[in-house]
């Protein structure tokens, strides 16, 4: 099984439909992320958690919101689809290394959200 | 600002044949550069990282290369493989920020036969 798991991993919705991408990782690191990457722009961040009760918002928060629902969840919600945010979400993890950056981050398969 | 810039963005090459790609950052402090390989449709996988202290390292036929003083990085690969298509990513971290992980937007290789 793989250590980030991402579901679902393929979905087609209609524009204003609400859509949830839930992400679990059995590595036990705290901290966790979500990225969308576009051709072109690379990976961008959209929130990023450092503990179950700590939530912090990305370059490109707007028209996204999560949740921390334990240390191995972390869930990304569109509350109302629009067409441009059809992309490919990424899930992410790490540990924070003794200097206190961030360490290798280890993705999840990707979750491809095409929206009509 | 803080930024991350790889070149080409995009390569074809011969497969046996060497490529270096190039990767170069104004983040600040710096912490280290890690190189990404993501192959289509996957999540990116970490291939090497780079301290301040290093100047080279070797991971099988991938050679990264690092200069802080000039703040710019490279990947070498050696008698390239199909395999080796894919997307590299350039990521630099940033000591003590909270949000301290910068992007380059990668550089795509093709390996053909």
């Known amino acids: 099984d793989a250590d980030v798991t991402q579901t679902p991993r393929n979905r087609i919705t209609k524009t204003g439909k609400r859509i949830m991408l839930e992400c679990s990782q059995t590595?036990?690191?705290?901290?966790m992320y979500w990225y969308r990457q576009d051709p072109g722009l690379g990976l961008r961040l959209i929130y990023y958690?450092?503990?179950?009760?700590?939530?912090n918002k990305g370059e490109i928060s707007d028209g996204y919101s999560v949740s921390r629902q334990a240390q191995a969840k972390f869930s990304l919600s569109l509350e109302s689809a629009i067409p441009n945010q059809t992309a490919l979400y990424f899930c992410?993890?790490?540990?924070?290394?003794?200097?206190?950056?961030?360490?290798?981050?280890?993705f999840g398969e990707g979750s491809r959200l095409t929206v009509l | 600002k803080n930024q991350v810039e790889q070149s080409p963005q995009s390569l074809i090459i011969l497969e046996g044949k060497n490529c270096t790609l190039q990767?170069?950052?104004?983040?600040?402090?710096?912490?280290?550069l890690r190189w990404y390989k993501q192959d289509t449709g996957r999540g990116p996988v970490s291939l090497t990282i780079?301290?301040?202290?290093?100047n080279t390292k070797s991971n099988g036929r991938y050679t990264a290369t690092l200069d802080a003083d000039t703040k710019q990085s490279s990947l070498h690969i050696t008698a390239s493989q199909l395999s080796d298509s894919a997307s590299y990513i350039c990521?630099?971290?940033?000591?003590?920020?909270?949000?301290?992980?910068?992007f380059g937007t990668g550089t795509r290789l093709t390996v053909i036969p």
């Open positions: 992410a993890t790490s540990v924070v290394t003794g200097t206190g950056s961030t360490g290798e981050l280890f």
């Open positions: 590595k036990g690191h705290d901290r």
């Open positions: 958690s450092f503990d179950v009760k700590d939530i």
């Open positions: 990767c170069n950052y104004t983040v600040s402090p710096f912490s280290n």
């Open positions: 780079m301290t301040f202290s290093e």
């Open positions: 990521v630099v971290s940033a000591l003590e920020r909270a949000n301290n992980l910068f």
